[in-house]
């Protein structure tokens, strides 16, 4: 204990003195910005005493035995000062605003929307035009699909990126995204964008330099001169894309080298050893950030350190790096949040959200146990692992979403399932047998993603509706299995609105676009499934919204339903829910409760009529009766509840 302290101890004074010698130099460089704006300077130096210490002490952790560490410390606050001397005046002021209410993203009202900007609009100044359909969706937040330079051809829908400074010129330019940015804000919606900091693409300025054999750029990157080291790291890994490349390594002729790719051959992991490459990324992610930018989207970040005979997932220094980053935008861009995109085992999910790492989160836990449910019709699994599993730090947020760009992998726990008697790996055999239609008698349709035949493992590429019925019941014409499908639709929408956190709608599913396999046809996109629910808005399909005799109608006017319900629900923010066992394995339960109000949540996720009893309402000691507010039915609490074939209800006590 006495030997943690003095540890501390010294590190603070350290960290203090590093500061006092610091700060004059930085002064010096920054003495004309600091003489015109002395109250901004002011307080960008009060946000970097209050969070240089957290800073300092995770770069020394990581490069302090680098003979250099103190010129890359004061590069890196040259670089935060640097980066705040050109922040907009407007995004400082959305700075003091978030400061002032820094739990804002928790509130009910908040609706995330997702989508490609060339899908969605063709480019960026289309994509101004939908702020009206963004606002009539009732979206605060909008998450777009990396528009960034990128390779042609194959390019992973844009995560291979070439320059964290320049917009895809096929999308516009940098100033259509700021303006994008500010509209978008003075409309009430946040801003969402990805950082993929795990790695660029190979046609990256630094990837070039190291391709022509720049030994400083090469050191940006993972490269090896043969496979000693790919093997021995190899032994540990996990295949990610194992349809595009074996193992975690491509060799590249021009360079003679092994070059670590986790993802595709052209996406190059960049090291987080090399001090500069920390630097570097913080200047690109500050740079975004200015670009009005509100919430970063952490790509990947699970991959991002590396260290041998691990798996080089979720090791304790990629949290480090991450934290750091956050430290650097508490400091230079204090608006800024991150969201994990951690799609692994939902322990190490949890790890990431924190107020001081990532203060929002994928639930890709909660989406996959959804999907589950709806295969299985029941919800044991789904209730157990919330039970266990859904409490976050109080001021953090899960995002929740049916579907994303990406495909559905069964990250569930394996101890969780084993818990209920559920053998996990069989599981999720039967899992994908049935969302790829291969399985008798099932509704999804869905496409097999990165099969791998050594470990039989696969993930699901579809569209929600896909999945959920709607392309089956459509082929055979029966009226009752498009019904069911619909119901299936608004069933799992109704659970990412009520059950706590930011609901994310992947744009294309409010209106039920069915999968599109067009994408066969283009080489740059057969090797991969997920593009068969990355599609191009169908403007026809989205008119047909507006009339509830169409199936887009019935849809989106059911969507839109709950979603004012749930604008109107302040009980409905982030924080706690208690679930609850319904006594029927086929119905979801779960309650709110704030200081005033209280709502009970009930989700048939079976195909037959299914009854809550009376006895287990009581239970709930919520008394009295209460009113459906998705059906407008009321309900004694006296008297057993049925809910239909994938009925849910929001049922609120009334007084
Ligand atoms: C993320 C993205 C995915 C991409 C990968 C590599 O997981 O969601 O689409 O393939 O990172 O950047
Ligand atoms: C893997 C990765 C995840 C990525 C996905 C893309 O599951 O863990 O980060 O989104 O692959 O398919």
Redesign the pocket.
Known sequence: MLQFDQQKFDMRKEASRTLERLVPRLEENFSEFRQSNPEDWTYFLTRLSKYFLDLFTILRHLYGDQYDFFYHVESLLNILAQSWAGRPQQLKALDAEREANPLWFQDHKMLGGVCYVDLFAGDLDSLREKIPYFKELGLTYLHLMPLFQSPDGQN??G?AISSYRQVDPQLGTMDDLRRLADELRSEGISLVLDF?FNHTSNEHAWALQARAGDDIYQNYYRLFPDRTLPDAYEQHLREIFPDEHPGAFTYFDDIEKWVWTT?HSN?WDLNYANPEVFNQMASEMLFLANQGVEILRL??LAFIWKELGTDCENLPEAHMVVQAYNAVARIAAPALLFKS?A?VHPDEVARYIHPGECQLSYNPLLMALLWNSLATREVNLLLYSMQKRFQIPGRCAWVNYVRC??DIGWTFSDEDASDLGINAFDHRQFLNAFYTGRFNGSFGRGLAFQENPKTKDSRISGTCASLAGLEKALSEETDREVELAVRRILLLHSIILTIGGIPLIYLGDEIGMLNDYDFREDPAKNGDSRWVHRIAADPKRYARRVDAETLPGRIYQGLQALISRRKAAPVISSGNTDFFDTGNPHVFGFIRQNDTDAMLFLHNFSDFSQTVSANTLQSLLLGGSFRDQVSGLSYQVDRDVVLEPFQFMWLERIV
């Open positions: 992973d829908g995560y993929v993802f996406q790509d990947a995109e799609i760009h990406d």
